[in-house]
């Protein structure tokens, strides 16, 4: 049987956000069979997060290094700063995505080669989920360039770590930020993120 053949005949559907929700509509799924119900993260877990006083703001990213992320764009906007920054990018390259295909993560680092940031960008890799929390308290503000999400959980993450979020309109993003209240959006314009 197949995904959506399956999703038809269920009694229910789950979705984690209003963009699945809406997805699963234009998929064929009647409303009436939808449930919208968000991940969840332990809050407790990041709440304890600080801001750097030292006089070099520390932009996080967390997520998986593929060419939707367009972290190009992240580092773009950190090359036209003027302020003292460090750029920080936690998690691995994917390779197994038909968008994302391998080499991304070595065009990045030969990005910040000629954009002369090298100094400015640590790559960290990939960490073990109960490590994130580590790396949430060293950052001052937390961006995330994204084509698309469907949820977005180190939205949320962030969020929870109490760090200020400027993001594009996706996934739960749009749920959780209200644009220069909560949080920034932008259009994934570079000049714009910088």
């Known amino acids: 049987m197949t995904f959506k ?10 979705v984690s956000s209003k ?20 991940m969840g993260i332990d809050v407790d877990e990041y709440v ?4 750097n006083h030292e006089g070099t ?14 972290i190009e764009i992240l580092l773009q906007a950190v090359a036209r700063l003027s302020i003292p920054c460090q750029l920080i990018l936690v998690g691995g390259e994917e390779k197994t995505s038909s968008l994302s295909k391998s080499g991304y993560l070595d065009e990045l680092k030969n990005l910040c080669k000629a954009l002369n940031i090298n100094d400015q960008v640590t790559f960290v890799g990939p ?24 949820f977005g959980q ?3 993450e962030a969020a929870a770590a109490g760090l200020p979020i400027i ?11 209200t644009d220069n209240e909560t949080g920034f959006l932008f259009t994934g314009d570079v000049q714009e993120l910088a």
Request: net charge negative; aromatic share 12%; hydrophobic share 45%.
């Open 5 to 14: 053949t399956s999703a038809k005949v269920a009694d229910a559907v789950v």
């Open 19 to 38: 963009l699945e929700y809406e997805d699963a509509i234009e998929f064929g799924i009647k409303k009436n069979k939808l449930f919208v119900i968000p």
């Open 48 to 51: 304890d997060s600080q801001i």
């Open 57 to 70: 703001i520390n932009i996080l990213f967390v997520g998986r290094i593929a060419r939707v992320r367009r």
């Open 127 to 150: 960490v073990p989920q109960d490590e994130l929390f580590n790396w949430y308290s060293k950052g001052d503000i937390f961006v995330y360039p994204s084509l698309y999400e469907n």
């Open 154 to 156: 180190p939205i949320l």
């Open 167 to 177: 993001s594009t309109s996706v996934g739960v993003a749009r749920e959780l930020i």
